[in-house]
């Protein structure tokens, strides 16, 4: 229960209404740019796929743009999941996140669906496993493009860098290839609850989660780790007399800047610090 302190707070409240109301607009917005409104006529045109790549693309940079300072502007649980993966958000609050966004991608699909004639919707956006592929190769499709997304996320995102100009938002949403696939769980249930249309569902939860698990993972571990985390491991898990290594359980150590020298500092509750509710996002 100690990791829930951190919910009562106005900030903490804000930030999940953020991605709610984001969630809410980015498919309503992205979905809505699926309909075919030449549905029903005599040779309608085939859906305009550029135009719905670059509505979800420019969507989603506009509400990152919009919310990224409230919230993070995650708006996907696949980037949720992977900020939890390298402990950039605690686990209580990344599942208050996935809720608002689930509950924000079915409002706004349900207010499409209200606003749209029965005549035009179509599928309404709801995303299924192309007939010619099987339903192993969809899911690694979603793994590959969720990764390419969140690892645009983290390198986009990243305070380490100094040679990044121009908008990370921008980056972020135009990293959405023109495929038409979800990449986004959340952006796939509200289509899906609002139509009852469940097959293959899970290949939307399963592909974006596991992809951006990784992306997160080999850019936060691999490609781009932080050296301080690596000097306050190596002094937390000190060695004994033994040989072995021992986790430092009892108070806090940091380390001077330009120094190897160790400092130990009483330890402190980051939950009563009501200013930081949101850990770093």
Request: overall charge neutral.
């Amino acid at each position: 229960m100690v990791a829930f302190k951190g919910i009562w707070t106005k900030d903490f409240w804000r930030a999940v209404s953020a991605e709610y109301v984001a969630t809410l607009i980015f498919v309503l917005l992205g979905v809505g740019s699926t309909i075919n409104w030449h549905a029903g006529k005599d040779n309608p045109p085939p859906a305009d796929l550029v135009l719905i790549s670059l509505c979800f693309g420019l969507s989603i940079a506009t509400m990152v743009q919009c919310f990224g300072h409230i919230s993070g502007g995650h708006i996907n649980p696949a980037v949720t999941a992977a900020m939890v993966v390298t402990r950039k958000l605690s686990l209580a609050k990344a599942l208050f996140y996935v809720v608002a966004q689930c509950l924000g991608a079915i409002t706004g699909a349900g207010i499409l669906f209200m606003v749209t004639p029965a005549a035009v919707r179509g599928s309404f956006g709801v995303n299924n496993v192309n007939s010619d592929i099987s339903v192993g190769h969809g899911l690694l499709v979603e793994i590959i493009i969720t990764f390419e997304l969140v690892f645009t996320v983290f390198a986009t995102c990243d305070p380490k860098r100094n040679d990044l100009g121009g908008s990370a938002a921008l980056a972020i949403g135009l990293a959405i290839p023109y495929t038409g696939a979800s990449m986004n769980p959340a952006r796939s249930l509200g289509p899906a609850v609002i139509t009852l249309r469940f097959e293959n569902h899970w290949v939307y939860w399963l592909g974006p989660i596991l992809g951006g698990i990784i992306a997160a993972g080999l850019y936060e571990y691999l490609y781009c780790p932080d050296p301080e985390v690596k000097k306050r491991l190596k002094q937390v898990f000190q060695k004994d007399q033994s040989g072995k290594y021992k986790e430092v359980e009892s108070e806090d150590i940091t380390i001077k800047p330009g120094s190897t020298d160790m400092e130990k500092t009483e330890k402190k509750d980051p939950y009563n610090d009501t200013g930081d509710v949101l850990s770093s996002v």
